[in-house]
């Protein structure tokens, strides 16, 4: 893993020097925003309340709107680590230090992954407002965090992996995103499928919507942190092996 | 600390590099020569790293390119062509990156980015955005990356490219003062950088080593063949004459001023020295009472040389 650190250190400073990541991190706040702000305005206006459907709930579980801002956002945080280097060659300056394929994905992955922590970061402030006035249940928070972070870290090992497989960043953005679409509209199938057959089962299983709707009610099921686990590993071993395959162009 | 042997390179629809082998010892500054699409780059991406060879191997400082891969990379800076930087960092960023990459223990890295700056002659840009320096700049910037990390070896490639004159001379300037500290490999077409700066040359042409050595070894192999005169004599007696010389393969003939004089060509046939032949052509030329007045023995320059080269091959392959 020689030259992870550097990598790393250096892809979060390349994220956060340019305009992308502050572009995206206003649009996917302004997104938030607007959803929790509808949500508390919707939830002071019920007569009365669900013992399970509090804003965070709403928030974390109901909202397609949050699926709908990861669709954007892990895409166009990660559509430029790879596809980029390539584009303007620095690849090969840093292809020829001592530094290994996986140190290279790894590192540009883990400050992909880190900027995506420090574009939530900020939805914290929510919280803490509705524990300012109001009961907050704080292992659901945890819970629908991890959901949150579950989700967000396939999502950008699937874009990095994109990244990987093409010079242009355009691709690589509407790859990523049409593959996220996929596995969204997969996840809907639970409810097209009858009950009780595999399919339903398979596309339950991969719906980031039950997915979230599960965890911002505080279930964390062990088989939803195995799919998020499968579904940054696997790509990220693909990337591993399209940046060694390079050499051989 | 370079050893090629036989390295291959090919990209399916194009054998970039063929059979390539040769080597660079310690302490010498070699040239690498040849006209542009000669598979320079290839070779040298090989030699980095960032290529691998469809087959031969090749070495560096001891270590396999393939399969010490991390160690033999440790043991090179490498500078690419037009070298390729990120813009959106600062000169000073983008060294202690590179200086982390390379594995300069974080203590010592300071001081490496503030030599590898100074010797590059690019201190006074330490804190510019790299995107906004000029051609010239970035190159250098390009050549402290390679130094940052002290490599005993440096492999640049096209290090002149897209650089005005009093550019190039200041680049060559700073590899004749590398030279004294590390081995060398660099790669050029343009032939008065490697009188300039190298020591030993490799010429290469459609992916094949067609000569290498010394400068004067290089000038020596290919050493004129041919004697120029310019005689009083009729046309045509002159050349009759320098046709039944020893050692004489073709002659060619062209009046000058009126028919008075004759300017002839006198190839040799191979072996033998185109002094030698002067010497045997002004004899008969004496004995026939032709006056002569002029002769010489043409010598090559490493342009004709490297024309020589890259040419015959092309006739080969034609």
Redesign the interface.
Known sequence: MTGFAAVYRREVLSLWVTPLAWVLLTVFLLIQGMSFFTIVLHLSNAAQLAVDAGPIQSWFGQSIFLVLALLVLCPGVTMRVLAEERKSGTIEALLTAPVTPAAVVLGKYLATLTTYVAMWAPTLLYVVILRNTGQVDWPVVGASYLGVLGTGAGYLAVGVLASSMTESQLVALVMTALVLLGLLILGIGEYVFEPDSILREVCATVSVLSKMEEMSRGVVDLRRLVFDSTLVALPLFMAVRVVESWRWG | MIVAEELTKD?GTVVAVRSLSFQVGRGEVVGFLGPNGAGKSTTL?ML?????PTSGRARINGFDVLDDS??A??SLG?M?E????????RVR?YLE??A????VPGRERRRAVDRALSLAAVADMAEVLVRHLSKGYRQRV?LA?ALVASPPLLILDEPTAGLDPNQIREVRKLVRALAEEHTLLLSTHILPEVESVCSRALVIHRGRLVAQGTLDELRAQRRARSVQLVVRAAAGRAKSLLERVEGAAAVRERALEGGELVRLVVDAVSGVDAGELAERALLALHEASVPVREARPVTATLEDVFAELTGAEREAAA
């Open positions: 990209y991406r980095a790293g960032f290529l691998g991390i160690r990379r440790r490498y690419p037009s070298s390729p930087l990120y813009g959106e960092l960023e990156f590179r982390a990459l390379k594995q390009g990356d």
